[in-house]
Structure formats: structure tokens, C-alpha cells
């Protein structure tokens, strides 16, 4: 009678007790079928221990990081997205009556006669709702400007620090964009 | 100490600390042997290298529950091997060739050609071999014969009981060793 397969698996990993494991050693060297099927399942793990590792084609530590780090990229996305979005508010602000004027001068050449009426009605409309627009920033920014003169009596803050702030800001903002796309993650 | 002659112990609690930065380091010494346990599993080259990545994000995440008087190597690669198996699972079939072509491994010494070639050959046969067996074998081998873990180890690692283990392994030796016979045969 033979070893069975799970004594002989056992034997090899030394897992038997004392008495089995006695018992083993003795049938083995009675049997050479035995011995033979110990000696192939040897030779298998010699040839698995030798199996070399094989070669990392990419180097995994931007990309894990890239993924190991969303959190702090969001919220440095989030202040980056709001001082953006108002640099280009007040970029908007100061460009667009002159936009507007240079604009209109086209549409009016493009605009069929049958619709000028209605286009000037639309215009006019734009036309007051900016003037009134423009008219409620006059007095937000009397506002302020009284603010900040209240706060910053004989010191140099004037409106045109605050608009150099703001678009040094803008630049700042493109700037910190570019740095975070610099570690984009790998995978799709 | 910089972080390059850091102990694992000491990258870990940095990490823990929220600097990224050390978990990079800890990628750095790990990527290689992670990847490789995860070719060993999946047989494919690029699928390894997206659960390597997987694996070492897992364990970032999972690094509260790592106990820091334990080596880290053997845990990462332990995670590993849960990230592939769960793949594993998912995936319908799983004998898919593998690219030996592109094989690159790691030699400690510089053999002559012909011997060079031949340990290379027997490497290949062994991959293959191991790619052909079915999944929760494949994963008993691993944890075995590469990660050294004990019978109870794997029976926890696997959530299996102690008596499978034992009978994978035994099948999953003998159909390895048979498949093996048969490329030696073959190329013989």
C-alpha cells in the first residue's frame, strides 16, 4: 500500500506529526513508487523557487500616487476654479462695453431689414439692462470704495492694487493648473 | 534619515501621517514583486501591471489595519493576491497566452548563452504551465511555494477551509507537475 497523495503533500511540507511523519519515512524507503513521486513533487518546487521574477515594464509610483491623492487635488481645484471664475467675471466687467459697441457695428450689417426693428428693441433692452447694470456696480463700488478707505486710511490700497491682486491671482490660478496636470494618473 | 534608507516601519507611520510622498517610497521597493505576484495569477502582462496598481492603491487605503511590527512586503503582496483573485473571479475565461516575448527577468548573475536560454525556456513552460491551471489552484500554488505561507495562513487568506487547501494543493501540484512532463516531453 502506497502513500496517498495528501500524506506524501504533507510529508514534503513537513506538516505530518512525529508518529505519521516516523511512519512515512519508513514506508518511503521501502517503496520506490513512493519515493519517485516525492522526487517529482521535489523537483516541482525547486523549479517553482527558481522561477525568476519577471521585469516591471512602467514604474508604478506616479500613477499610484496620482490615485492616492484625489483629495488634496480637489480642494486646491476648487479655490483654483473660484479665484478663475472671478478674474474672468471682472475681465468681462471691463471689456464688454467696447466688445458690445464693436459688435454691434457688425450685427447691424448682418441683421435682415424685416428683422432691424426687433433686433434694435433687443439691443436697447441689453443696452439699459447693462446701463443699469453698470449703474448698481457704480454704486457698489462707491461702497467699497469708502470701505476700504475706512479701513486703509493713509496706507497705499487703492482699486488698482486690488485689480493687480486679482489678475495676479488669474496667472497664479493658471499656473497651480499646470502644476497639477503635471502627475496625470496612467490608467484610463 | 532620508526617505530612501527609511525603514518600512518608519514609511509606514508616514504615511499614516498623510505624507504621500513615503507611500511612494514603499511603492518604489514593492512595485516589482507585487507585479509579479499578480503575473504569476493572471498570466497577462498589462492586466498585471492595472492590478499591481490596484493592489498597492488597496493598500494605501487599507494601511490602518496593517500591524506595523509585521514585515510590509509579505502583507502588500498578500493584498495582492486578494485583488487578483476578485479579478479572477470576475473574469469568464482565464487561459489567455502569455507574452513571453517581452519576458525580461530579473538575473542576479550572467549565465552562459546556451544556459541562459535554457532556464529561460524552462521559465516559460513553467508560466505556462501555471496559466493553464484554474484559478483557486493557481492561487493555493502562490501563496504557497512564492508567499511561504502555512496551510492555516492560506485557509484564512483564501476564506477556505483547512481540508481544501489541503486537497488543492495536492491537485494543483500534480496537475502542474503533469503539465510540466508533458512541455518537457514535447520539447524534448
Known amino acids: 500500500m502506497h502513500l496517498d497523495d495528501s500524506t506524501l503533500n504533507e510529508f514534503l511540507d513537513r506538516r505530518l506529526t512525529r508518529a505519521s511523519d516516523r511512519q512515512a519515512r519508513e514506508h518511503l524507503k521501502a517503496c520506490a513508487a513512493c519515493r519517485t513521486r516525492l522526487a517529482a513533487l521535489e523537483e516541482l518546487t525547486v523549479s517553482l523557487q527558481a522561477l525568476p521574477d519577471v521585469r516591471l515594464p512602467h514604474d508604478l509610483v506616479h500613477p499610484v500616487l496620482a490615485r492616492v491623492r484625489p483629495r488634496s487635488t480637489s480642494k486646491w481645484l476648487t479655490w483654483l476654479t473660484a479665484l478663475e471664475a472671478l478674474g474672468g467675471a471682472a475681465l468681462i466687467a471691463t471689456i464688454w462695453p467696447r466688445l458690445e459697441a464693436a459688435l454691434a457695428t457688425y450685427a447691424a450689417q448682418l441683421v435682415p431689414p424685416t428683422l432691424a426693428p ?47 491682486v486679482g489678475a495676479a491671482a488669474l496667472v497664479l490660478g493658471a499656473l497651480g493648473n499646470g502644476v497639477l496636470l503635471r502627475f496625470p494618473a496612467r490608467r484610463a | 534619515m532620508d526617505m530612501e534608507s527609511s525603514p518600512d516601519r518608519d ?49 494605501f487605503q487599507r494601511l490602518e489595519t496593517f500591524d506595523a511590527d509585521r514585515p510590509f512586503g509579505p502583507w502588500i503582496r498578500k493584498v495582492a493576491t486578494n485583488v487578483c483573485l476578485n479579478a479572477l473571479q470576475r473574469r469568464a475565461p482565464w487561459n489567455l497566452p502569455l507574452d513571453e516575448e517581452r519576458d525580461d527577468p530579473i538575473d542576479a548573475d550572467q549565465p552562459d548563452p546556451a544556459e541562459a536560454q535554457e532556464r529561460r525556456d524552462r521559465a516559460t513552460r513553467l508560466r505556462q504551465a501555471l496559466a493553464e491551471l484554474p484559478p483557486h489552484y493557481r492561487a493555493v500554488i502562490e501563496l504557497r511555494h512564492f508567499q511561504d505561507l502555512s496551510y492555516e495562513e492560506m485557509s484564512r487568506a483564501l476564506a477556505l477551509p483547512l481540508s481544501d487547501i489541503k486537497t488543492h494543493l495536492f491537485r494543483a501540484r500534480r496537475q502542474l507537475a503533469r503539465r510540466l512532463g508533458a512541455a518537457d516531453h514535447a520539447s524534448g
Not at chain 2, 35 to 56: I, K, P, S, T
Request: hydrophobic fraction near 45%.
Open chain 1, 118 to 164: 426687433w433686433a434694435a428693441t433687443l439691443v436697447g433692452s441689453w443696452d439699459s439692462n447693462w446701463a443699469q447694470w453698470l449703474a448698481d456696480i457704480c454704486v457698489l463700488q462707491a461702497s467699497a470704495d469708502l470701505w476700504l478707505r475706512s479701513l486703509t486710511a493713509g496706507s497705499v490700497m487703492t482699486w488698482p492694487l486690488v485689480l493687480t
Open chain 2, 11 to 59: 514609511l509606514v507611520e508616514r504615511t499614516r501621517r498623510g505624507d504621500a510622498e513615503a507611500y511612494g517610497e514603499l511603492v518604489r521597493r514593492y512595485q516589482t514583486s507585487v507585479f509579479n505576484v499578480c503575473y504569476r495569477l493572471v498570466g497577462e502582462r498589462q492586466e498585471a501591471e492595472d492590478l499591481a496598481q490596484d493592489a498597492l492603491v488597496r493598500g
